[in-house]
């Protein structure tokens, strides 16, 4: 078998094409630039007052499949989402500022269900995330100083700069982000490090050795 079969034989449910056929008639209909079996992400973050004022005290946030920065944001917004609705904070401003973090990290684009009254599911017309921003890897961390709260980082290929935003991930850290504000090569203050530079800079959680350092950076906006 060819690659190219062996490829088409590996593509999961959602990625394949489909063909309606009228059984009576044999008439076919061929669903293009539409993925069928891959609905959109659900989304209630927008009427969250709604559910907790029926009674509903706990949600439950699937993350099976995505990665750890998906996990934290998405449930630190639900979290911050719930809080609002019982300090009486829940407002349109909090909800577009939700909105915007949801679509920042892996989606498929969103609908609200059928908790609304809708009666057809949403379908994904592109097959892949739809987030706003994507983490590049650059490089890991080397040694950290807890007395100084500096991490120690090597940089593995491409470049980061003063005003960077950055993921830094390992199996027990979890998901820190963070802004680099100063950043130091050979001890002296640098604007910009590349793949080969050994260079530090102060955080605000304790790092570890070997976690894995990404670069954030916004991507066209897909969504509307």
Same mark, same amino acid.
């Given at each position: ?9 590996? *593509? ?89 973090? *949801? ?78 504000? &100063? ?34 950076? &916004?991507?066209?906006?897909? *969504?509307?």
């Amino acid at each position: 078998m060819n690659s190219s079969a062996n490829r088409g034989a590996c *593509l999961q449910p959602c990625r394949r094409p489909y063909k309606v056929t009228d059984k009576d008639g044999g008439l076919e209909l061929e669903v293009d630039n539409e993925y069928i079996m891959s609905p959109e992400d659900l989304k209630t973050v927008d009427f969250l007052d709604k559910i907790l004022y029926a009674g509903v005290r706990v949600l439950k946030i699937e993350g099976r499949g995505r990665n750890p920065e998906y996990v934290k944001k998405v449930t630190a917004v639900y979290r911050s989402a719930a809080d609002a609705y019982f300090s009486g904070e829940y407002t349109e401003e909090n909800i577009a500022k939700w909105n915007k973090e *949801l679509a920042s990290v892996y989606n498929r684009g969103f609908w609200d269900g059928y908790y609304l009254g809708r009666k057809m599911g949403e379908w994904t017309k592109k097959y892949g995330s739809r987030a706003t921003k994507k983490k590049i890897y650059v490089g890991k961390v080397t040694n950290y100083f807890k007395k100084l709260n500096v991490a120690e980082v090597q940089m593995d290929t491409g470049a980061l700069a003063k005003g960077d935003n950055i993921y830094i991930i390992g199996p027990t850290t979890g998901v820190y982000e963070d802004k680099i504000e &100063e950043m130091r090569l050979e001890l002296l203050p640098v604007d910009e490090v590349k793949k080969g530079d050994l260079f530090s800079f102060k955080t605000k959680e304790i790092l570890r050795r070997n976690d894995k350092v990404y670069k954030v950076i &916004e991507v066209e906006d897909i *969504l509307g």
